[in-house]
């Protein structure tokens, strides 16, 4: 019996995809516009209805104020996200991009979907990719597992090159997120030697950068903007978007200053930009770009000497200035073969594969590691005197996964029967400067001197998701907690509400949203074409528009019609389904 299908998942800052292993080979699942990259936008109607994707991002430029983006940024924070009158958790605005692409993959194959693999940056805390298997849950996804973006990247590179033995250094760079991540293939045994980086850094950060230029530049400040004019700053982020994208094409770059209802009209004035000062508006952010590459190949004991390629991933790698700076660290270019959007959706098909037995992936082994030291808070004795807030590492970083370990600790004072462990992530000697996991309560410790003894220990699964147990040896007590009840991570009961909360949505329906996105083409182009043509395209567009909400398919085909025509008599062409440039 066929098994049913398992699909892969990247979901993205900026854009998602998913993807299917099918017929030995990955592949990619087309969206409702034809394309494989829908933006991670999710915006809410005036009739109330919510879209997500192009829809919502074509929504977003004129209406910003009902439309979130970048939700990837505050996955795991205990945070609402305000969408019209209502608010969402970071969790259920991602479990609303999973669902299109769960539809997306339910209209291609024709069957009901209901698991997949979920990537997720390497340097994702716990409580993130707790956050992210609560929003596959809240979508209706039973989560298989989550994988690592940059060990997705290297499970697609190395299903084609599964023979070959080499190093690589893998160099994400996303619309949000930073890893690299080192990795060795050796004749069909993917084993990755370290992972660093920042989950806060990604192209998305370049293109503020502009945007702030660009501000400066006509004599305004972005909060005070931001206030006062929300279309003008949302109009210029798209600028400054297609001003960055320009210049991975292009020497020089132009970025037109809308008016204040975010309107660019005919000889609007332009700023342009060249690589040299793209180069020196990006320095804070490349300089921070060095400092987890270096620590990942001093955790993998390699230098750039040891690398026989660069594999670049995430869309932000396009940016020329890139590959530069690789060139310049590692002495040679990065290869260019992989594709940077695909190759994590790509991979993490390839892991649905591994999953589910495929015969296609029968000789490959995959090994991954735990990004992070994890850890609990002890005391330490100086001069006779206790100090709390010290680390004790339990697993370190860059170990292979699964894993267990298992650490001693003892009680303070003489009878003492509780003892709190409280367990952390991070590098840092004192746990103040590291990241709380949560808390496991052992209690009945039998009364006694101190010095009482204490095992924990500390299991970290394939999916990166930590479950801490503590015995006491005394009386072989055991506790233990899966840090799902932790700050940000929800309980059972608060998931089932959350489900219900989603299930009560109304989505704008997903055949509708190509004529959505006509009609948002066709809107732009009122302020930009000439303003004695204006009132004529106006008309159309207000027919088509009207015929949308008629339910009646002869007038709509015959609006539509119109309005395609008036498109190309003003020689424009309807916006394409499978363009290259999502934004386009
Ligand atoms: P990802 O999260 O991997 O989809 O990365 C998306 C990021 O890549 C966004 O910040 C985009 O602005 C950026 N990006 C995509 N294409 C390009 C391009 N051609 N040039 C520069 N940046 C790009």
């Given at each position: 019996?066929?098994?049913r299908?398992?699909i892969?998942i990247?979901?993205?800052?900026t854009h998602?995809?998913c993807?299917l292993?099918e017929?030995?080979?990955?592949?990619l699942?087309?969206n409702?516009?034809g394309?494989?990259?829908?933006?991670?936008v999710?915006?809410r109607l005036d009739?109330?209805e919510?879209?997500v994707g192009q829809?919502?991002?074509?929504?977003?430029?004129l209406?910003?104020e009902s439309?979130?983006?970048?939700?990837?940024r505050?996955?795991?924070?205990?945070?609402?996200?305000?969408?019209?009158p209502q608010?969402?958790?970071?969790a259920?605005?991602s479990s609303?991009?999973?669902?299109?692409?769960r539809q997306?993959?339910e209209?291609y194959?024709g069957?009901?979907?209901e698991?997949a693999?979920?990537?997720?940056?390497?340097?994702f805390n716990e409580?993130?990719?707790?956050a992210t298997?609560?929003a596959?849950e809240?979508?209706?996804l039973?989560?298989r597992?989550i994988?690592n973006?940059p060990t997705?990247?290297a499970?697609?590179?190395g299903f084609?090159?599964a023979?070959?033995v080499?190093?690589l250094?893998i160099?994400?760079l996303?619309?949000g997120?930073?890893d690299v991540?080192v990795?060795?293939?050796?004749?069909g045994t993917?084993?990755i030697?370290?992972t660093?980086?920042?989950s806060?850094?990604?192209?998305e950060?370049?293109t503020d950068?502009l945007?702030?230029?660009?501000l400066?530049?006509?004599?305004?400040?972005?909060?005070?903007?931001q206030?006062?004019t929300?279309?003008?700053?949302?109009?210029l982020r798209?600028?400054?978007?297609?001003a960055?994208?320009a210049?991975?094409?292009g020497q020089t770059?132009r970025l037109?200053l809308p008016e204040a209802?975010?309107?660019?009209p005919p000889g609007?004035p332009e700023?342009?930009l060249d690589?040299?000062?793209?180069a020196?508006?990006?320095e804070?952010?490349?300089?921070?770009?060095?400092?987890?590459?270096?620590r990942?190949?001093?955790?993998?004991?390699m230098?750039?000497?040891d690398?026989?390629?660069v594999?670049?991933?995430?869309?932000?790698t396009?940016m020329?200035?890139?590959?530069?700076l690789?060139?310049?660290?590692?002495?040679r270019?990065?290869q260019?073969?992989?594709?940077?959007d695909?190759?994590?959706?790509?991979?993490a098909?390839?892991q649905?594969?591994?999953?589910q037995?495929?015969?296609?992936?029968?000789?490959?082994v995959?090994t991954d590691?735990?990004p992070?030291?994890?850890?609990?808070?002890?005391?330490?004795?100086?001069?006779?005197?206790?100090v709390?807030?010290?680390f004790?590492?339990?697993?370190?970083r860059?170990?292979?996964?699964?894993?267990s370990r298992?650490?001693s600790v003892?009680?303070l004072?003489?009878n003492q029967t509780?003892v709190s462990?409280?367990v952390?992530q991070?590098e840092?000697?004192?746990?103040?400067?590291?990241?709380?996991?949560?808390?496991?309560?052992?209690?009945g410790?039998?009364?006694?001197?101190?010095?009482?003894?204490?095992?924990?220990?500390?299991?970290y699964d394939?999916?990166?998701l930590?479950e801490v147990?503590?015995?006491?040896?005394?009386?072989e007590e055991?506790?233990?907690t899966?840090l799902?009840h932790?700050?940000?991570?929800?309980s059972?009961?608060?998931?089932r509400?959350a489900q219900?909360?989603?299930?009560a949505?109304?989505?704008?329906?997903?055949d509708d949203?190509?004529n959505?996105?006509l009609?948002?083409?066709?809107?732009?182009?009122?302020?930009?074409i000439?303003?004695?043509?204006?009132?004529?395209l106006e008309e159309?567009?207000d027919?088509?528009?009207?015929?949308?909400?008629?339910?009646?398919?002869k007038?709509?085909e015959?609006?539509?019609q119109?309005l395609l025509?008036?498109l190309?008599?003003?020689?424009?062409?309807?916006?394409?389904?499978?363009?290259?440039?999502p934004?386009?």
């Amino acid at each position: 019996m066929p098994s049913r299908p398992l699909i892969g998942i990247d979901l993205g800052t900026t854009h998602s995809l998913c993807a299917l292993f099918e017929g030995g080979q990955p592949k990619l699942i087309p969206n409702a516009h034809g394309q494989v990259l829908t933006p991670s936008v999710v915006a809410r109607l005036d009739s109330g209805e919510l879209v997500v994707g192009q829809a919502a991002l074509d929504w977003q430029v004129l209406h910003p104020e009902s439309a979130v983006s970048q939700f990837k940024r505050w996955m795991g924070e205990d945070r609402q996200v305000p969408l019209g009158p209502q608010t969402f958790s970071p969790a259920e605005l991602s479990s609303l991009v999973l669902r299109a692409l769960r539809q997306d993959a339910e209209a291609y194959l024709g069957e009901p979907v209901e698991q997949a693999v979920i990537t997720v940056p390497a340097y994702f805390n716990e409580h993130q990719r707790l956050a992210t298997r609560t929003a596959g849950e809240l979508a209706g996804l039973t989560v298989r597992r989550i994988v690592n973006e940059p060990t997705a990247a290297a499970l697609s590179y190395g299903f084609h090159r599964a023979q070959s033995v080499e190093n690589l250094l893998i160099f994400d760079l996303g619309g949000g997120t930073f890893d690299v991540t080192v990795m060795e293939i050796f004749e069909g045994t993917l084993e990755i030697r370290s992972t660093a980086g920042e989950s806060h850094l990604g192209g998305e950060d370049f293109t503020d950068r502009l945007l702030h230029w660009a501000l400066q530049q006509s004599g305004q400040q972005l909060e005070h903007a931001q206030m006062a004019t929300p279309k003008l700053v949302a109009r210029l982020r798209e600028e400054a978007e297609q001003a960055k994208r320009a210049l991975s094409a292009g020497q020089t770059a132009r970025l037109r200053l809308p008016e204040a209802e975010g309107q660019v009209p005919p000889g609007a004035p332009e700023l342009t930009l060249d690589h040299a000062q793209f180069a020196s508006l990006a320095e804070p952010l490349t300089a921070r770009l060095q400092r987890p590459t270096e620590r990942a190949l001093r955790d993998a004991q390699m230098t750039w000497k040891d690398i026989d390629d660069v594999i670049l991933v995430g869309g932000a790698t396009r940016m020329p200035l890139i590959p530069h700076l690789l060139a310049d660290w590692s002495g040679r270019p990065p290869q260019d073969k992989v594709d940077p959007d695909q190759v994590v959706a790509l991979g993490a098909a390839v892991q649905a594969a591994l999953i589910q037995d495929d015969r296609a992936v029968e000789d490959m082994v995959m090994t991954d590691v735990c990004p992070f030291t994890l850890g609990v808070q002890i005391s330490k004795v100086f001069g006779g005197r206790h100090v709390s807030g010290y680390f004790l590492p339990v697993i370190h970083r860059n170990t292979t996964i699964p894993v267990s370990r298992q650490e001693s600790v003892a009680t303070l004072q003489a009878n003492q029967t509780e003892v709190s462990l409280e367990v952390y992530q991070g590098e840092s000697r004192k746990v103040e400067e590291n990241l709380k996991l949560g808390e496991l309560k052992v209690t009945g410790i039998p009364p006694g001197p101190a010095g009482q003894e204490v095992l924990v220990r500390f299991t970290y699964d394939l999916s990166g998701l930590l479950e801490v147990e503590a015995i006491v040896p005394a009386t072989e007590e055991r506790f233990e907690t899966l840090l799902t009840h932790n700050v940000a991570g929800l309980s059972q009961e608060e998931i089932r509400l959350a489900q219900k909360k989603m299930q009560a949505v109304k989505f704008y329906p997903r055949d509708d949203l190509e004529n959505r996105r006509l009609l948002h083409f066709a809107s732009k182009l009122v302020g930009e074409i000439a303003p004695s043509q204006r009132s004529a395209l106006e008309e159309v567009i207000d027919h088509f528009e009207a015929s949308m909400e008629s339910q009646d398919p002869k007038l709509f085909e015959h609006a539509r019609q119109q309005l395609l025509l008036a498109l190309s008599a003003l020689g424009y062409a309807a916006p394409e389904s499978d363009s290259e440039n999502p934004d386009g």
